[in-house]
């Protein structure tokens, strides 16, 4: 069986490999950062607070998606140390990058004292979308896939050829989960879009807390299908009980901040 399955490596610079992985990745960065810069502007912030935030998140985030996947695969990189480095491959793992990016978001808007909350809303449809551009990556890399199943079932699905032929891996067909949660995040970046349109309909930090219950129930259920999930004892998906931690606290966030916390007011550039 001879399929025409994507060459993980887009082109060379150099004599050094370009893989389709990073190319894709930037590309959602950049599509995220233009978006967060124009609502920025429009709900008050600086255009400019989006590029200053990006220069310590965008660094943070990469080295804790890594870090993270490198925690959960310690045994592979304790007897090659110097692979925790190479991540040309991948081996990010998206809930790392989102809790380092979490984490200076607090820090960038304690120190210019911003709103939390509000940073939180601009940024929340920008990094659903670039998770759905991300999720390529993995295609060209051949990773993020489910269980076998049959050309039969994908063609079902009405999939191109070219996503289908990529799904043979290791002798077999195989879900491809990545499409899976690419399409559940860009229904969800639509969604939330959709509601943030409705005038008065959120508070501060709704729309953010949104994104984070969209995203963790459907990562739940996607996470169960893969076969390349990071475990904890060797019995639990690391992802499935973050998505449980997740969507419980953000939904006990939203229900305790809609009866009990009034929305703050808010001078022009969006400082508490």
Known sequence: MILAQVDPIAFKLFGIPIHWYALII????????????????????????????MLWALPMSIIGARLYYVIFEWRTYIEHPLQIFNIRNGGLAIYGGLIAGGIVVYL????????????????????????????????????????????????SLHLPNFIIENM???GAFHHPTFLYESIWNVIGFAVILYLRSKKDLFRQGE???????WY??????????????????NAIRVSQLLSVVLFGTALI?????????MPPLYNKRGVR
Do not use: C
């Open 216 to 233: 963790s129930f459907g990562r739940f259920f996607i996470e169960g299908m893969r076969t390349d999930s990071l475990y904890l004892f």
């Open 26 to 53: 930037v590309s959602g960065i950049v599509l995220g950062v233009w978006m967060a810069s124009r609502e920025a502007v429009r709900v008050g912030f600086e255009e400019d607070d989006i590029i200053d935030f």
């Open 253 to 261: 966030l939203f229900l305790y901040r809609r009866k009990k916390v």
């Open 207 to 213: 729309i953010f807390l949104t994104y984070v219950l």
């Open 108 to 155: 960038f808007t304690q120190h210019r004292y911003y709103s939390f909350w509000k940073f939180l809303d601009v940024a929340a449809p920008s990094v659903i979308i670039a998770q759905a551009i991300g999720r390529w990556g993995n295609f060209m890399n051949h990773e993020a896939y489910g269980p076998e199943t049959s050309r039969q079932f994908l063609e």
């Open 168 to 170: 043979y891996i290791d």
